[in-house]
């Protein structure tokens, strides 16, 4: 039985000023990808194109653990891209063999009455031909679990780039300023919050 989930997240964050704009920042795609994912579930593969092992999932009866070969890179206007460019699927060679992700992200920094927010939207796709013992569960009601399934995945990507991207901004300002970072503050006024 063929199935296809899907599910999208965008997000928008209101940039703390730092001594170096955050455009500086987003040229080095590696910093924003050990910033979206645990660094002891990633491994670079090349200067664009990391592997992620992501946790196991588990949908309806199965325990499954994807894999996703990522590309990521900037464009000279700060824009940071992100595409999967090969999946696989650990713990059950039947859907491995009939398992295809599709991840595009997009991520890019904008002015808005003087203050710099980052703006992005992650789409994420899985056509996948699950095992007999599914074939008799309602497709209304597989789809409904693999949906929701997929929007916890980006949910959770969403709140760790809302809260380690910007800690690793303000690090990574800290470095090539030599200022502490205790003495950068959140660069936060009262009336800007993380959206």
């Known amino acids: ?45 090349s200067h664009d194109q990391f592997r992620l092992k992501m946790r196991p999932l588990s949908f309806m009866m199965l325990s499954i ?13 700060g824009s940071i891209h992100l595409k999967s460019v090969r999946s696989e699927i650990r713990g059950v060679e039947y859907i491995n063999q009939r398992f295809g992700l599709n991840l595009i ?17 992650a789409d994420l796709e899985v056509k996948v031909e699950l095992p007999p013992p599914f074939w008799f569960t ?18 959770t990507v969403k709140q760790r780039l809302m809260h380690q991207l910007l800690l690793d901004y303000r690090h990574w300002a800290s470095e090539e300023t030599g200022v502490p970072v205790s003495d950068l503050g959140t660069g936060l006024s009262p009336n800007q919050q993380i959206i």
């Open 65 to 77: 653990q994807p894999t996703v070969d990522m590309k990521v890179w900037a464009d000279a206007d």
């Open 138 to 155: 309602p497709q209304a009601i597989l789809e409904a679990t693999g949906n929701a399934l997929l929007k916890s995945v980006l949910l």
């Open 1 to 45: 039985m063929n199935t296809r989930f899907v599910a999208s997240q965008s997000v928008e964050i209101a940039v703390p000023e730092q001594p170096v704009p955050i455009q500086h920042y987003l040229r080095q795609p590696k910093r924003l990808v050990y910033a979206l994912v645990d660094p002891s579930r990633m491994e670079q593969l």
């Open 105 to 121: 992200g997009k991520l890019y920094p904008v002015e808005i009455n003087g203050v710099t927010y980052l703006k992005g939207k």
